[in-house]
């Protein structure tokens, strides 16, 4: 493994950092293939790993696609690579988090959509600038943002390209959270570990759940909640005995 994605695994919470500091951690090929290498690690390791936070190295989370890479021409491994590696890891069996810090432009953004959760810094900058380069959203923009902020939000940020703080971001529904900048990440660590208290086993059926039925009409998503749930986890009875003898 390379040194552009750290990972870390601490009390449960595994760490991904896109470490290109002196770029911005602009997304080029090379990131999207350690960050592919980490998922596979991820996806199967449910009992070691109860949720990921993906986070960026230095002054920002990231500026977005590296342009540079675009004006080159990418040398894609395969083709569609990188809205690809964004749906693997938006469909980990873990609840994954997106913190994000300054800059969030763009494939950035399309990246932290990625998340269940998105945390964000006071001093965060979203934004899609796709309109500004003449260009058109492929990594997931289109449908991601939408279901997140609505569709009247999401032109609008999609429109006029404007960034918009953490704290926007919060009220609009974007990210969950917005937190000081001093103490950002002592915040996202209480987060995490608040959440890691619950049953590992409902936080990934949980999830499934709501991947599941997410498009379904009501009655389809009562009825696939109802038949095709994933039910009692292993930890319940020693849950339901430790609360009682409080």
């Known amino acids: 493994m390379g040194d552009l994605v750290l990972r870390d695994d601490r009390d449960g919470v595994t760490t991904l950092t896109i470490n290109r500091p002196d770029k911005l951690n602009a997304l080029n090929v090379p990131v999207f293939e350690e960050l592919d290498a980490h998922i596979a690690s991820i996806e199967t390791d449910t009992d070691g790993v109860g949720c990921v936070v993906v986070r960026g190295a ?3 989370f990231s500026a977005g696609h590296d342009l540079g890479d675009i004006a080159a021409g990418e040398k894609l491994p395969r083709p569609n690579f990188q809205p690809l590696v964004i749906e693997r890891l938006a469909n980990l069996p873990q609840p994954v988090i997106s913190a994000v810090h ?6 950035a953004l399309e990246l932290a959509l990625a998340g269940d959760i998105i945390l964000a810094s006071e001093n ?5 600038t796709h309109a500004k380069w003449a260009l058109t959203p492929v990594w997931g923009m289109s449908q991601r943002l939408p279901r997140r902020v609505g569709k009247t939000k999401a032109a609008e940020m999609m429109l006029t390209a404007q960034t918009y703080s953490g704290r926007q971001a919060e009220v609009m529904g974007l990210a969950n959270a917005c937190y000081a900048d001093d103490g950002f990440y002592d915040a996202v660590n209480a987060f995490t570990k608040t959440m890691l208290e619950n049953s590992w086993f409902s936080l990934r059926a949980l999830k499934k759940l709501l991947l599941d039925t997410d498009g379904l009409d009501l009655t389809s998503g009562l009825a696939h909640e109802i038949y095709k749930s994933q039910g009692v986890g292993p930890d319940m ?5 430790g609360f009682g003898k409080k």
Request: with cysteine; hydrophobic share 25%.
């Open 102 to 107: 300054s800059h969030c432009y763009t494939g």
């Open 58 to 60: 230095g002054r920002c």
């Open 237 to 241: 009875r020693d849950r339901i005995a």
């Open 124 to 128: 965060a900058k979203f934004a899609d």
